[in-house]
């Protein structure tokens, strides 16, 4: 090889390691370039996987991610990140995550107080009004596209509880809102500052716009132990008990304890729920439980436990077991045919023929399996399909007849939570909070996402919001419109 040539080779390779970024950031006077050095095509991967779609993480994601360190796109240079068992910076990836989160939340709530979103894109009232007038919606769909319209202009306000105790108000937390069948009360489970929980009923016939006032009705009941789940019980009428499962403690045993709603309120009157009606039964370990306003299945209650299903009469006491292969969190009776739905840790869904009885293999009807532990079962008013969803985030409509996923729902968030599902089929909408802390309305009908509301409170385990929807809040006359529990404070989502 002559002189000449190996001079030309050595050129090329030195302009091909400048042009080379990786190679440039090596050089210490190019390190303020280093945030352009990456390629445009390859700016977009990061920003699918953050949670926040703010401009600074647009920022960020230009820059190369070099291990062992995180960019600040607000200071504009590099920061280390030190392993854990010696780490005096308090700069990890799970704060940083959660201040992208935290910054994602409020602006998201700076949005819903500025503009009204859209539940589909081109759909406002003046035009589907002139669809309607050409003939081009039928008046199913326009009914269904007008109330999604309202769900999209929902407006948060904060609702004032008054109480026979103000300074207790301050200081609970709530942890679960349930609402009877006419939306009329609210059965409350708060966590009280000392340890354990307490129950209350809110009284919604006074929540009246503009100003939002509702009276929360306490009493002395108090429990040290985990409040498992929750149900409205028809014993005496419509919603007169609340059925609770507690988690065992220590030496004692769970058990499932039935609660006058009367016991709520001052002035009952004579002969209707007297509080010396409550009663409770020991059940070990009960995961979910479920009340029965089947013919068939008269003044009974389900209750989930380990490996079994324990069907008990209140009246008579009588009780049937069935046991199952894993753990049983949730169960709802059909109200038609005599069957009770579960939904298992292992992900299997399975319903108990009440005709079959314990004995004998025929007491399995319908069989249904998701890839992850089922955490909701709700049942449909056809009684032909039924919504479920797990721990994985998927929520699947299931057809009973065929035994067929129909559809399902994106967006919904959970990695090992106990969350619900709202399934109101009047307005034509799931509803469902997620593990992070966010708020998800679909359509019933195409699956389609119709309102993400994000948390007064910023995002975190034990600040998972508790929401109830009905059309009509307070009753007969009471407007529609979601309620949610967060916190000390309750919200009201109301149509403007």
Same mark, same amino acid.
């Given at each position: ?8 080779r050595?050129?090329?390779?030195r ?9 440039r950031?090596r050089d210490?006077?190019?390190?303020s ?5 990456r ?16 401009s ?6 230009s ?9 600040d ?8 990140? +030190?392993?854990?068992h ?12 959660q201040k992208? %989160?935290e910054?994602?939340?409020?602006r998201?709530l700076?949005?819903?107080?500025? &503009?009204?979103k859209?539940?589909? %894109?081109?759909f ?12 081009f ?6 009914? !269904? ?30 942890? +679960?809102?349930?609402a009877?069948?006419?939306?009329d009360r609210?059965?409350?489970?708060n966590?009280v ?11 919604? &016939?006074s929540?009246?716009?503009p100003t939002l006032?509702?009276?929360m009705?306490?009493?002395?009941y108090?429990?040290?132990?985990k409040?498992n ?7 005496n ?10 988690m ?6 769970g058990?499932?304890?039935l609660?006058p709603?009367s016991?709520?309120v ?9 509080p010396?009606m409550l009663?409770?039964?020991?059940i070990? $370990?009960?995961w979910s439980c479920?009340w ?9 209650f389900s ?10 009469n209140?009246?008579?006491? !009588?009780?049937?077991?069935?046991g199952?292969?894993?753990d049983v ?11 009770l ?5 292992s ?16 007491w399995k ?5 998701h890839d ?18 797990? %721990?994985?985030?998927?929520i ?7 035994t067929?996923?129909i559809?399902q729902y994106?967006g919904h ?5 106990y ?22 309305i ?10 993400t ?6 995002a975190?385990?034990?600040?998972i ?6 059309s ?5 006359? $009471?407007?529609p ?8 404070d309750?919200?009201c989502?109301?149509?403007?």
């Open positions: 090889m002559n002189k000449s040539s190996w001079q030309s050595r050129r090329r390779g302009r091909s390691h400048q042009q080379n970024p990786w190679f950031l210490p006077d190019d390190r370039n280093s945030r352009a050095a390629p445009a095509q390859d700016s977009g991967n990061h920003d699918d996987e953050s949670p926040s779609t703010s600074g993480t647009a920022a960020a994601s820059v190369p991610e070099l291990p062992g360190f995180y960019f796109p607000e200071k504009k240079r590099y920061f280390r990140l +030190l392993p854990g010696n780490n005096c910076n308090p700069l990890t990836k799970e704060s940083i995550r992208e %989160m910054s994602k939340r409020l998201l700076e949005e819903e107080d500025k &503009q009204k859209i539940a589909r %894109m081109g406002n009232a003046s035009s589907m009004l002139r669809k309607s007038q050409l003939g919606l039928n008046v199913s769909n326009y009914c !269904h596209l007008a109330h999604e319209l309202r769900l999209s202009c929902m407006e948060r306000k904060k609702v004032q509880i008054r109480s026979l105790d103000p300074s207790a108000l301050a200081s609970d937390r709530f942890n +679960l809102i349930l009877d069948t006419n939306s609210l059965f409350t489970v966590d500052k000392v340890g354990g929980s307490k129950y209350g009923i809110i009284n919604l &016939q929540l009246k716009t006032k509702v009276f009705h306490e009493n002395l108090f429990t040290n132990r409040v789940s929750v149900c409205w019980a028809s014993l009428h419509l919603d007169s008990h609340i059925l609770l499962c507690l065992g403690l220590a030496e004692t045993p058990c499932a304890t609660l709603a016991l709520f001052n002035n009952h009157p004579a002969g209707i729920d007297r010396g009663c409770s039964f020991r070990p $370990g009960a479920a029965s306003l089947n013919i068939q299945a008269n003044n009974c209750t989930g436990l380990s490996r079994r299903v324990l069907l008990t209140v009246v008579t006491g !009588h009780r049937q077991s069935f199952t292969s894993s969190l949730a169960q709802q009776f059909a109200l038609m045919a005599p069957l739905f579960n939904g298992c840790r992900g299997e869904i399975f319903a108990i023929d009440l005709r079959c009885g314990n004995q004998g293999k025929g009807a319908t069989r249904l399996f992850s532990a089922v955490t909701s079962v709700r049942i449909l008013q056809d009684e032909q399909c039924l919504m479920a969803s797990d %721990m994985a985030g998927k699947k409509l299931w057809d009973l007849r065929t067929k996923c559809r994106e968030v959970n990695e090992y939570a969350l619900p599902l709202h399934v109101h089929e009047e307005e034509g909408i799931l509803m469902a909070v997620g593990q992070d802390c966010y708020t998800r679909w359509s019933l009908h195409d699956a389609h996402l119709l309102r509301i994000p948390s007064p409170y910023p975190s385990k034990a600040d919001p508790s929401v109830a929807f009905s009509q809040l307070g009753g007969s006359r $009471g407007a419109g979601l309620l949610m529990a967060v916190g000390q309750l919200y989502y109301s149509y403007s």
